[in-house]
């Protein structure tokens, strides 16, 4: 039978793995961000000196990064815009008569969107506390991801 663990939602997790799936060669902790990317540093809870950039790897969706997706809605999609920053007038003529739109709105529209880039912005920042893995004696870390707590 386990004994009951103690602490914080985040530092119960660190403990379970550490008790169930126990590998010494990688350890799993928390960490903070001590200094943003492009010169990115975290200080891991336990130990003393900062980790720089050169002894981390980093997960992909932590960092700053573009992706090519297809968008296509199932049901319509509403589109609709909240501010106009250069107004326009489509003038239509046929004739002796015209038609002119100065704007218009959409609702309800099938929207398909092939190939278009994301742009994912939400890189590591001063103060994110992080999941890592250590791994070649501790001379390596992985950030996994952010460590959120409620």
């Known amino acids: 039978?386990?004994?009951?663990?103690?602490?914080?939602?985040?530092s119960q997790?660190?403990?379970?793995?550490?008790?169930?799936?126990?590998?010494?060669?990688?350890?799993?902790?928390?960490?903070?961000?001590?200094?943003?990317?492009?010169?990115?540093?975290?200080?891991?809870?336990?130990?003393?000196?900062?980790?720089?950039?050169?002894?981390?790897?980093?997960a992909q969706s932590l960092t700053k990064y573009k992706r090519k997706v297809n968008l296509n809605t199932e049901k319509k999609a509403e589109i609709s815009s909240s501010s106009v920053s250069q107004a326009s007038t489509l003038t239509l003529s046929q004739?002796?008569?015209?038609?002119?739109?100065?704007?218009?709105?959409?609702?309800?529209?099938?929207?398909?969107?092939?190939?278009?880039?994301?742009?994912?912005t939400d890189e590591l920042k001063e103060g994110d506390r992080v999941i890592v893995a250590g791994i070649h004696q501790g001379q390596t870390y992985i950030i996994l991801d952010r460590a959120v707590m409620y």
């Not at 590998?23 to 200080?43: C, F, G, H, M, R």
């Not at 008569?97 to 704007?103: A, E, P």
């Open 95 to 120: 004739g002796t008569g015209s038609i002119s739109f100065i704007s218009f709105e959409m609702a309800s529209a099938k929207f398909v969107a092939q190939e278009v880039e994301l742009e994912f």
């Open 13 to 58: 997790l660190v403990q379970l793995i550490r008790a169930i799936g126990y590998n010494s060669d990688i350890t799993i902790e928390l960490a903070t961000v001590t200094a943003k990317p492009p010169e990115l540093k975290i200080k891991v809870d336990h130990m003393n000196v900062e980790l720089e950039k050169d002894d981390l790897i980093v």
């Open 1 to 10: 039978m386990m004994e009951r663990i103690e602490g914080s939602g985040a």
